[in-house]
C-alpha cells in the first residue's frame, strides 16, 4: 500500500482519489518533473505545482509477471506492469499496470489511456484509488470501457508540494 | 527518439590508478547453497585464501576495504575480532568504499592513493553474502534495499513493478523493441555461463548443463526472461590482496596490475523507469575513460567478466563498453563468441552471477586476475588483458587488468 502520508507522493495519490492523474510540474518553466523533486533538473526552479494531464499516453514497455516474486502479488499473477509515457511528454514514465486488455493484445507504443480503479493486494481492497491504464481500442468482452470524468489537461490541482 | 538525452549521466571523479597497484592475491570462500553460516564467516575464508595466494600471513595487513551499504560485512571491527585473535594488532587503513558490485571495480583506484600516501602497503579488499542462508530463514532478500526506498514503495510497488526481475524484464523488452533483440541471443549469454561454469570446480552451476534448446523450453518467469536469465541465490564470498607493483614483484604469485579504472553514473539513480536511456548502462561513461586510462581499445581486450544480473544487463554493458555498436548486441552474443575457446571474447569465463555463484561481482575480478595468470579453469589462451564491468543500476565501474612483469 502506498504511504499517503508520504509528502512527496501525496499529491499523485490525492488525485488519482478524485480520478484525476497529476504530476508535479515547474512553475518557472513548465517542465514536468518526474519523479517529484524539490527542484526542477532543466532550471533549478523550485516550485512545483501538481498538474493534471490528459491521462493519455503510450505503452513504453512492460513485464508479463507470471511468477510473481512479490508476496502481495502472489494471486494477481499473471498481471501486467509496465511504464506508460506521457502525452504531455514522454519524457514522463507512469508506473502502472496494464488492465482490461489480453497480454497477447499488447504492443509497443501503443496509446493507453488512464482508467481508476481501487488498489488491491494480496486480494484485499484498501480503499485507494490507482491510475490503472488502458489499451485506447480496448474492447475485451466483459471489459466494456466505463466512462470516465474528463479532467481540464494543464490546471492545477491547487496543491503545491510542501519539498 | 524524445525520450532519449545524451546527458542522462555523467563519468564519475576518481585517481588515476594506472601501474599504481598490483593485484597480488586472490581467494575465495566456497559457494554453496544455504550454508547456515553468517557472512562475516565466510568472508573470513575468503580473506584466508587471499592472503595465502599471496604468501601472506593477516599479519601483513594494513588496509581493509568493504561495501558500507550492505550488513553483515566483514568490516574493521569484525576483521580485528578475528584476526586479534591470530596475532593482528596493528594499524588499520580502511574504506567502506569497497567491497562487491561497482566497487569491486573501483577499489584499486582508492587503494592507489592509500598506497601513494603510505597509508598502507597491503590492502584487503572483501565482500560476502549469506542471502541462500538468509532467504531460507526468511530474513531478507536482494529487494529490500528497492522495497524500503520511499519513492518505489509509493509508485512502484502498489502496482507490482518490483523486485528486479521485473525492472529487467521491462528493459529486456523495450531493448527488443529498440533493436531487434532475441530471447534466443539472452539464451546465449546465459549458456555461455553455464558452459563455463560447467568446468569451473567453485561454481555452484557445475553440473547442471544448459542448452539453448534447454533454455527456450524453459518457461518464462517474468517475460520477456526466464529463470535461466537471472542471477543465483547462494551463499559465499572472495578477497583480493592489494599492493604496489614493486612489492608484488617479490610476492609468491605472478602479480597483475591495475591499467585503469573509472566510474559512471546514472542521473535518475536507482529510479530505473525514468532512466534517460531505457535500454543502456552507465557503462557508456565509464568504460571510455578505463580504457583511455589503460592505453587500450575494446579490441584488446582478451577476456571480459561482466556484473550479471540478469542477461540483458550483459548484453547491455557489451554494446555501452563498446565491444560491438549499441542495438548489435544480440547478433554479437549469438554462437560460441562469448565462449572462452570460441575465438571471440571470452565473457564471464567462471560462470558469473548467472551461474557461478551470486557474490555481487568480486569473484569476477579474482577470475580475470585468474586468467591473467594462466590459472583459470576454462583459461582463455595467453590471456594480456582483462576487464571487469561492474554495475549497480545507478553505477557502473570499469576496471582493466593486465597481465604484470617480475
Not at chain 1, 478524485?18 to 533538473?41: F, G, I, K, M, N
Not at chain 2, 592475491?25 to 566456497?30: A, H, K, L, T
Request: net charge negative; with cysteine.
Amino acid at each position: 500500500m502506498p504511504d499517503l502520508s508520504f509528502e512527496p507522493t501525496r499529491g499523485f495519490w490525492d488525485a488519482a482519489a478524485r480520478r484525476e492523474l497529476a504530476v508535479p510540474r515547474c512553475s518557472a518553466c513548465d517542465r514536468y518533473v518526474w519523479y517529484p523533486q524539490p527542484r526542477c533538473p532543466g532550471c533549478g526552479g523550485s516550485e512545483m505545482a501538481w498538474t493534471v494531464v490528459s491521462g493519455r499516453g503510450t505503452l513504453f514497455s512492460w513485464a508479463l509477471v507470471e511468477r510473481a516474486l512479490y508476496k502481495p502479488f502472489k494471486e494477481r499473477a499473471p498481471y501486467v506492469t509496465g511504464l506508460v509515457a506521457l502525452e504531455e511528454d514522454p519524457v514522463v514514465r507512469i508506473v502502472t499496470n496494464i488492465v482490461d486488455c489480453d497480454p497477447a493484445d499488447l504492443h509497443m507504443d501503443m496509446p493507453v489511456t488512464v482508467v481508476f480503479r481501487e488498489l488491491s493486494l494480496a486480494g484485499e481492497e484498501a480503499g485507494v484509488v490507482a491510475p490503472y491504464f488502458r489499451p485506447v481500442s480496448a474492447s475485451v468482452p466483459g471489459f466494456e470501457p466505463q466512462p470516465q470524468p474528463q479532467p481540464k489537461p494543464g490546471a492545477t490541482t491547487g496543491e503545491e508540494p510542501s519539498r | 527518439m524524445a525520450s532519449r538525452a545524451a546527458d542522462w549521466g555523467w563519468r564519475g571523479e576518481l585517481p588515476d590508478a594506472s601501474g599504481q597497484v598490483a593485484i597480488a592475491g586472490v581467494g575465495e570462500s566456497r559457494h554453496t547453497p544455504a550454508s547456515g553460516r553468517t557472512s562475516v564467516e565466510i568472508a573470513i575464508d575468503a580473506v584466508g585464501a587471499a592472503l595465502d595466494d599471496a604468501g601472506l600471513s593477516p599479519r601483513d595487513v594494513d588496509g581493509l576495504m568493504w561495501s558500507g551499504g550492505l550488513p553483515g560485512q566483514l568490516d574493521e571491527p569484525a576483521f580485528r575480532q578475528h584476526f586479534g585473535a591470530r596475532g593482528f594488532d596493528g594499524p588499520l587503513w580502511t574504506s567502506s568504499q569497497g567491497g562487491g558490485m561497482v566497487w569491486a571495480g573501483t577499489a584499486p583506484a582508492l587503494a592507489a592513493q592509500a598506497l601513494a600516501a603510505g597509508d598502507a602497503r597491503v590492502i584487503v579488499n572483501v565482500f560476502s553474502i549469506a542471502w541462500a542462508t538468509q532467504r531460507q530463514a526468511g530474513e531478507g532478500s536482494p529487494g529490500d534495499a528497492h522495497s524500503s526506498e520511499h519513492f518505489k514503495a509509493n509508485l512502484e510497488l502498489p502496482f507490482g513493478w518490483f523486485p528486479q526481475p521485473v525492472y529487467f524484464a521491462t528493459i529486456a523488452r523495450r531493448h527488443m523493441h529498440e533493436y531487434g533483440t532475441t530471447s534466443a541471443q539472452l539464451g546465449s549469454i546465459a549458456v555461455s555461463c553455464r558452459r563455463h561454469a560447467n568446468l569451473h570446480e567453485g561454481a555452484v552451476m557445475r553440473d547442471k548443463p544448459l542448452t539453448l534448446a534447454d533454455y527456450l523450453d524453459r518457461p518464462m518467469l517474468v517475460d520477456p526472461l526466464r529463470m535461466e536469465d537471472c542471477c543465483l541465490i547462494s551463499d559465499g564470498g572472495a578477497a583480493y590482496v592489494m599492493t604496489s607493483p614493486e612489492h608484488a614483484r617479490d610476492l609468491r604469485k605472478p602479480p597483475v596490475h591495475v591499467a585503469g579504472v573509472a566510474e559512471g553514473h546514472s542521473g535518475s539513480g536507482v529510479f530505473w523507469s525514468q532512466q534517460g536511456d531505457f535500454t543502456a548502462t552507465p557503462q557508456v561513461f565509464s568504460a571510455p575513460a578505463a580504457f583511455e586510462m589503460a592505453g587500450i581499445t575494446p579490441a584488446d581486450v582478451d577476456v571480459l567478466t561482466l556484473y550479471d544480473p540478469f542477461t540483458i544487463v550483459a548484453l547491455m554493458q557489451i554494446e555501452d563498453m563498446g565491444f560491438c555498436k549499441k542495438g548489435e548486441g544480440g547478433a554479437f552474443v549469438e554462437g560460441t563468441r562469448l565462449h572462452h575457446d570460441g575465438g571471440g571474447l571470452p565473457y564471464n569465463t567462471h560462470g558469473g552471477l548467472l551461474s557461478h555463484a551470486y557474490v555481487l561481482g568480486i569473484s569476477h575480478v579474482v577470475e580475470v586476475v585468474r586468467q591473467l595468470r594462466g590459472e583459470a579453469c576454462a583459461q582463455v589462451p595467453d590471456a594480456q588483458i582483462g576487464v571487469y564491468g561492474g554495475y549497480t543500476g545507478h553505477m557502473a565501474s570499469t576496471l582493466v587488468l593486465r597481465r604484470g612483469t617480475r
